[in-house]
């Protein structure tokens, strides 16, 4: 296996660009986003975060001709069985079928007001933030390298603080005693459900590399 030069990462969302960017540039990877090569958004039709990881990252590929990188993460409330789960992006639409056409219309304001909305009067305030990483070296790759990263905590009554995006306003740490949104660029580096699985993917993949 080839030393990993070049990288598209298969993501319009900038929150998510900005993050894995940071992280993986000191690495010595140069990386694209599938903006930049005119690549479109694929569609997600999965119930599972791992299945639309893996279709957005073999489309990258596919069209670019380069290895490519896929999130799909999303906020898990233990009340709501799991909800928005994979529809976080778009969970204030109140959409259960996928169309990425109308992910932009959706603000992190609204889905985050009608999480609150739907959290009213519950106790069980618990809820983490999964993320899962495909890292597909061709489009065809067999062995796509996968990892996985949760960060647990609780919904807030209200929203607070000005960092971050998505659900971070209204995801409370309490062994932080802070909201996620209030955390730094370089704290929420450090303990994010997508940096936890950046540094397990990376790991894996220093690991094949030696072996090859």
Not at 63 to 68: E, R
Not at 75 to 89: D, T
Not at 167 to 192: C, H, N, V
Request: hydrophobic letters at 40%.
């Amino acid at each position: 296996m080839t030393r990993l030069n070049k990288l598209v990462i298969a993501s319009n969302n900038q929150g998510k660009l900005r993050e894995l960017q940071a992280m993986l540039t000191p690495l010595g990877i140069e990386v694209f986003t599938q903006a930049q090569l005119g690549i479109s958004e694929a569609e997600e039709p999965h119930p599972t975060f791992l299945e639309n990881a893996l279709a957005k990252a073999r489309h990258a590929s596919a069209v670019s001709g380069l290895p490519a990188l896929a999130d799909d993460s999303g906020i898990c409330v233990a009340a709501l069985n799991g909800a928005p789960g994979v529809l976080s992006a778009r969970y204030a639409s109140g959409q259960h079928a996928v169309d990425t056409r109308s992910h932009s219309k959706i603000t992190d304001q609204q889905n985050n007001e009608k999480l609150l909305r739907d959290m009213q009067g519950i106790a069980d305030r618990r809820a983490h933030y999964y993320c899962v990483l495909a890292l597909v070296r061709s489009a065809n790759d067999p062995q796509p390298i996968i990892a996985e990263g949760e960060w647990h905590g609780e919904i807030a009554m209200q929203a607070r603080g000005e960092g971050g995006f998505g659900y971070d306003p209204i995801f409370w740490l309490p062994e932080l005693g802070k909201m996620s949104a209030e955390l730094t660029r370089d704290e929420k580096a450090q303990i994010s459900h997508r940096a936890l699985a950046l540094k397990i993917l990376l790991g894996r993949l220093n690991s094949m590399l030696k072996n090859d």
